[in-house]
């Protein structure tokens, strides 16, 4: 089993930065995948960023140069910083483990970020 704890949403005015946290605990030596996802109000759950052992990261197109994704393995964690914040990043933003043994994909609790025009 794969915890996950998300923090550092909140409200932030457009044009404005934001960085959230994940903690990950339990088996983490089994995971190979970290991502970051968002979904929007009346909208379906999206990919934002994603980064794999041995891999660049990926980012979704309407990310590319605002948000980085980064992970600090003495301290279990991924961050996504968000820069040049925009209205439509509103989002509840959850982090996701994918792990290799056994296969499954582990979520938390999601952490709302607000952005005011």
């Known amino acids: 089993q794969v915890q996950l704890m998300e923090s550092g949403g909140g409200l932030v005015q457009a044009g404005g930065s934001l960085r959230l946290s994940c903690a990950a605990s339990?088996?983490?030596?089994?995971?190979?995948?970290m991502s970051w996802y968002r979904q929007r109000p009346g909208k379906q759950r999206e990919l934002v960023a994603t980064?794999?052992?041995?891999?660049?990261?990926n980012y979704a197109d309407s990310v590319k140069g605002r948000f980085t994704i980064s992970g600090e393995n003495a301290k279990n964690t991924v961050y996504l910083q968000m820069s040049s914040l925009k209205s439509e990043d509103t989002a509840v933003y959850y982090c996701?483990?994918?792990?290799?043994?056994?296969?499954?994909?582990?979520w938390g609790q999601g952490t709302q970020v607000t952005v005011s025009s």
């Open positions: 996701s483990a994918l792990t290799v043994v056994p296969v499954r994909r582990y």
């Open positions: 339990g088996r983490i030596f089994t995971i190979n995948t």
């Open positions: 980064m794999s052992s041995g891999s660049s990261p």
